[in-house]
C-alpha cells in the first residue's frame, strides 16, 4: 500500500510503524512521548499528595489548638453563625487541658467556709457517738460526699487507715461506709451513724467540676449532656448538703476535712492518719504491734499510697476544673464562653445562697430540688441534677435510718415543695 503521511511529517509506512512499536514493547521499552507523558503524570500526582498532605497538616494544627478558654465572642455576625456552632462543638469534644489555670474561689467563698462545723469528741465531749443496739456492737463511721471521685479515694485512704488500725489492735469494732445521701434531721437514733465525716473541696466549684466528670464518665442519666443550669445547679446543692451536714454537727461527731487539710504544706499521710485515728477515738496505747521500725514502716505503705492517689487527683481537678466547667456548659442556650462569666455566675450563686439562708444558719436548709434558675423556675431540673439530688437526699427507707422530719422526708420523695 502507498505510504501515508503522518502529523509530524514521519514519512514512514503505517506498517513499518506498527512494526517498530512492538518491536520495542518485546525489548521492554516505551516511546520517548509515552515516557515524557508518564512523567508529566507521576510530577502532578505527587504534587497533588504534597498538597493535600499540607493542607491536612494545617487542618490537624488547627483542631489542636481549639481551647474552650478562647472560644468566639458573643457579638460575632450573623454569617459566622454555622462557624461558631462548628467550633463550640470541636472544643466540648476537646479533652480537658490539664493546664488550664487554677480554679479561683468565688467572691464570698470565705463566708461560705466559716459556716462550716466540725464537732470533735476527742475536743468536746458534748459530741455524741451513738452505737446501735445490734448484735455485733461495732460503731458505725460514715464518710459522707457527693457523688465523685473525691469522695471514693478519700473512702480508700481512711479505709486503708481502719485497716492498720485494725492490724494493730486498735479498732476491732468499727465499722467504715461510704454514703452520697445527707442524714436525716436527729440524733443518732435518727441517722444511724456514729461518727460522720465530710469533704469540703476548695474552691467548692471544684466538687462541682469532679461530680459532673464523674457523671460524664459513668455515662449516666442515659448520657445527658450537662449544660450551665448543671453546673449552677449542682452548686447550689453543695452549699445545701454542707448547710445540711453543720447543722447535725451541732450534736453530733462531725470531722470536716479540707482541702488544705490533703494538699498544705504541711500535709502528710503521716499526719492525716493521726488526725483519723484520733477522730476514731482510738488510742496508740491499746495497740499490739511490735514497734519493729521496718513492720512500722511496711504497715503505712497502704495508707502513703493512697494518700498520694487522692493528692494527684486534687492536683489534676484543682488545674483542670474550670476546663470542665466551661466545657459543661457548651450545650447551654446561652452558654458561659470565658472563666470571668462563669466566675461572676458562681459568686452570684454562692451570694444568694448564703444571702436566703441567713449564711446557712437557718432551718432547715433549702431543698436540693429547688435548685433550678430563679429568673425561670427553681423546681425545673435537667437529668444530671435530678440524678444528684436523688443521690443526696436522706435515704429514709435503710436499717437504722427514720426520718422524722417533714422536709427529709420530702427530700427523699423528690418533693421541693413540701406542702
Known amino acids: ?69 478562647h472560644l468566639k465572642p458573643n457579638n460575632e455576625n450573623s454569617s459566622n453563625h454555622q462557624r461558631d456552632h462548628a467550633d463550640d462543638a470541636a472544643a466540648a469534644a476537646a479533652p480537658i487541658n490539664a493546664h488550664a489555670a487554677p480554679l479561683p474561689q468565688m467572691q464570698r467563698e470565705a463566708d461560705f467556709l466559716k459556716t462550716l462545723k466540725s464537732c470533735l469528741p476527742q475536743n468536746d465531749k458534748h459530741c455524741k457517738t451513738y452505737i446501735p443496739p445490734r448484735k455485733e456492737v461495732a460503731q458505725r463511721v460514715v464518710l459522707v460526699t457527693p457523688p465523685g471521685r473525691i469522695g471514693e479515694k478519700l473512702f480508700q485512704v481512711l479505709k486503708k487507715i481502719l485497716e492498720e488500725a485494725k492490724a494493730d489492735g486498735l ?69 445545701r448538703y454542707h448547710c445540711r ?68 487527683h486534687l492536683s489534676d481537678l484543682q488545674r483542670s476544673s474550670s476546663t470542665i466547667l466551661l466545657q459543661k456548659q457548651q450545650s447551654s442556650s446561652s452558654p458561659t464562653k470565658t472563666m470571668e462569666e462563669l466566675l461572676a455566675k458562681l459568686d452570684q450563686i454562692m451570694d444568694r445562697e448564703l444571702s436566703i439562708s441567713k449564711n446557712l444558719s437557718a432551718w432547715p436548709c433549702q431543698s436540693l430540688w429547688t435548685v433550678g434558675e430563679e429568673d425561670d423556675d427553681p423546681l425545673k431540673l435537667g437529668e444530671l441534677t435530678k440524678h444528684v439530688a436523688q443521690a443526696l437526699s436522706p435515704d429514709c427507707g435503710t436499717p437504722l435510718v427514720e426520718c422524722f422530719v417533714k422536709r427529709d422526708k420530702c427530700e427523699a420523695a423528690g418533693d421541693g415543695v413540701c406542702k
Open 1 to 69: 500500500p502507498a505510504a501515508m503521511t503522518l502529523p509530524n511529517k514521519d514519512t514512514r509506512s503505517v506498517s513499518s510503524l506498527l512494526n517498530s512499536r512492538w518491536q520495542r514493547r518485546k525489548a521492554g521499552t516505551r516511546h520517548p512521548l509515552f515516557i515524557r507523558g508518564m512523567q508529566v503524570v507521576m510530577l502532578l500526582l505527587v504534587a497533588s499528595i504534597l498538597m493535600f498532605n499540607r493542607l491536612s497538616a494545617s487542618r490537624d494544627d488547627h483542631d489542636k489548638s481549639i481551647d474552650v478558654l
Open 171 to 239: 479498732a476491732t469494732a468499727t465499722n467504715l461506709f461510704h454514703k452520697t445521701s445527707i442524714p436525716p434531721y436527729g440524733y443518732g437514733k435518727t441517722h444511724g451513724w456514729t461518727r460522720i465525716i465530710r469533704f469540703v473541696p476548695t474552691p467548692l466549684a471544684m466538687g462541682v467540676a469532679d461530680t459532673l466528670q464523674t457523671l460524664h464518665d459513668a455515662q449516666l442519666s442515659n448520657n445527658e449532656v450537662a449544660n450551665a443550669d448543671d453546673v449552677h445547679g449542682i452548686l447550689r446543692q453543695y452549699i
Open 245 to 312: 451536714l453543720s447543722h447535725i454537727a451541732a450534736h453530733t461527731s462531725l470531722w470536716t476535712i479540707s482541702t488544705d487539710d490533703i494538699m498544705g504544706a504541711s500535709a502528710t499521710s503521716t499526719n492525716f492518719e493521726h488526725d483519723a485515728l484520733a477522730f476514731f477515738g482510738f488510742s496508740a496505747a491499746t495497740g499490739n504491734r511490735n514497734n519493729d521500725s521496718n513492720m512500722q514502716e511496711k504497715s503505712h505503705t497502704s495508707v502513703n499510697e493512697a494518700f498520694q492517689s487522692l493528692q494527684s
